[in-house]
């Protein structure tokens, strides 16, 4: 990798923010799910809150942690 391409991995990897995955209250709100205990997942949705800015070098924490790898072909 040249010059850039090392510090760009260096944020993705380094630098990602905290990724917080929220659940829903039954009065309607939204919270962090590790620590509310009233907070509930809603079937078929997953509600994240990047904890910073979501932009192109720090994107991969977000893909690697929540999308899932593709299946390879048999």
């Known amino acids: 990798m040249n010059y850039f391409g090392d510090r760009i991995a260096d944020v993705g ?3 990602a923010p905290d990724i917080i995955e929220e ?4 009065d309607g709100r939204w919270h962090d799910l590790a620590r ?6 809603v079937a ?3 509600t994240l809150r990047f904890a910073g800015p979501l ?4 994107a991969t924490a977000l893909q690697r942690r ?3 790898k593709k ?4």
């Open 13 to 15: 990897s380094n630098g």
């Open 71 to 74: 299946k390879q072909a048999s």
């Open 44 to 46: 078929g949705v997953i």
């Open 23 to 26: 659940g829903r209250q039954p």
């Open 55 to 58: 932009f192109f070098a720090n």
């Open 66 to 68: 929540y999308w899932p």
């Open 36 to 41: 509310t205990t009233g907070a509930r997942r």
